[in-house]
């Protein structure tokens, strides 16, 4: 037999049990990896969450490759039930590990180096502007790993 968490399509639908949780429109939640569809399966079934969106948010940043300001959509909003019972509001990016840190330098400069450096600094100008933003709504950036999800 095999893990059935572990063995999903790498994208698809979510229908969510309690769609009065989710903010923004409850028939097209879109998942992009089998990590996001478990954190979706969590927001919605967690009575510790008491509401969330996917990509449902759009952070304005300045792309370093063209110097022009694009849209990020974060994936995840959530708004959390903490132990003393007040709430926090979150924005929550799921990553695999490997993309949250510059890559490694390697001997030769291959067409997957560039294409990686290039994604690093997209991302590192998105989650620089996600936490600004955040800051501002005095709410939390957060990015989640293999580790945190797996």
């Known amino acids: 037999l095999y893990d059935i968490m572990a063995y999903k399509p790498y994208k698809g639908r979510y229908k969510p049990s309690k769609p009065q949780k989710y903010k923004g429109d409850s028939d097209n939640i879109i998942y992009r990896s089998s990590w996001e569809r478990r954190f979706m399966v969590y927001c919605d ?3 510790n969450i008491l ?3 996917s990509e449902e948010i759009i952070i304005p ?3 370093p490759l063209d110097g022009k300001i694009h849209r990020y959509f974060p994936d995840f909003y959530i708004k959390v039930k903490q132990s003393d ?3 926090k ?4 990016e799921v990553k695999p590990k490997a993309q949250c840190g510059p890559p490694a330098i390697p001997q ?3 067409k997957r180096f560039i294409t990686e450096v290039r994604t690093w600094g997209v991302n590192k100008a998105k989650w620089e502007a996600a936490i600004e933003w955040c800051a501002d ?3 939390e950036f957060k990015i989640l790993t293999e580790d945190h999800l797996g």
């Open 51 to 53: 509401e969330w969106g």
């Open 85 to 87: 019972g007040s709430t």
């Open 108 to 110: 030769r400069k291959t």
């Open 45 to 47: 079934r967690s009575n």
């Open 137 to 139: 709504r005095k709410m």
């Open 89 to 92: 509001k979150m924005i929550i």
């Open 61 to 63: 940043y300045r792309s």
